[in-house]
T-cell receptor, first 115, second 114 residues
């Protein structure tokens, strides 16, 4: 069965600095998707970034980028120039698409941003 | 284009009552997913539905829980005879046909069982 592990329950970063959140996963599949979702105190789930496993190039969205290491089954999120609004819970997720579209989530990393 | 809508946002039930949670997907989305988030945990998949069909219910508890997505109207997650352990946030997501990797989430319904 597929699993997603986030080993950092909490992280802290100074405003304007860079922080990296870690995620590892386990799967025997070769074709899949990986996601980072942000959950602020409002509890709304917001998609931050998505990576297709067949793409070697790391995905980027403005200040957010990933380091996707397929062989190591690692998918870390880097947030550059951290802002106060980045403070939230961040969830890593895995999805296969196809017939079963369910997402498998990690337990989350709570990110605090210090002014 | 309105996002995924869920109602109610907050629901309080006493033990033994029924809870009905509603989800209206985004326009053009015919696939709906329900996830549950227990306190201090990540989201756990419950069920995946298309119009009038349950595609994958591998995450649904075998008893008391049911889901439907009728031809007309919202998707409903129904919990019968609620217990305190059912207290959680229930999230609905939707996706366009053939794009299950692109799930948009609603704001969630927080269920509290007294």
């Amino acid at each position: 069965a597929q699993t997603v592990t986030q080993s950092q329950p909490e992280m802290s970063v100074q405003e304007a600095e860079t922080v990296t959140l870690s995620c590892t996963y386990d799967t025997s599949e070769s074709d899949y998707y990986l996601f980072w979702y942000k959950q602020p105190p409002s509890r709304q789930m917001i998609l931050v970034i998505r990576q297709e496993a067949y793409k070697q190039q790391n995905a980027t969205e403005n200040r957010f980028s990933v380091n996707f290491q397929k062989a190591a089954k690692s998918f870390s999120l880097k947030i550059s120039d951290s802002q106060l609004g980045d403070a939230a819970m961040y969830f890593c997720a895995y999805g296969r698409g196809g017939a079963t579209n369910k997402l498998i989530f990690g337990t989350g990393t709570l990110l605090a941003v210090q002014p | 284009n309105a996002g995924v809508m869920q109602n109610p946002r907050h629901l309080v039930r006493r033990r033994g009552q029924e809870a009905r949670l509603r989800c209206s997907p985004m326009k053009g989305h015919s696939h709906v997913y329900w996830y549950r988030q227990l306190p201090e945990e990540g989201l756990k998949f419950m069920v995946y539905l298309q119009k009038e069909n349950i595609i994958d219910e591998s995450g649904m508890p075998k008893e008391r829980f049911s889901a439907e997505f009728p031809k007309e109207g919202p998707s409903i997650l129904r919990i019968q005879q609620v217990v305190r352990g059912d207290s959680a946030a229930y999230f609905c997501a939707s996706s366009p046909p053939g794009q299950g990797y692109e799930q948009f989430f609603g704001p969630g319904t927080r269920l509290t069982v007294l």
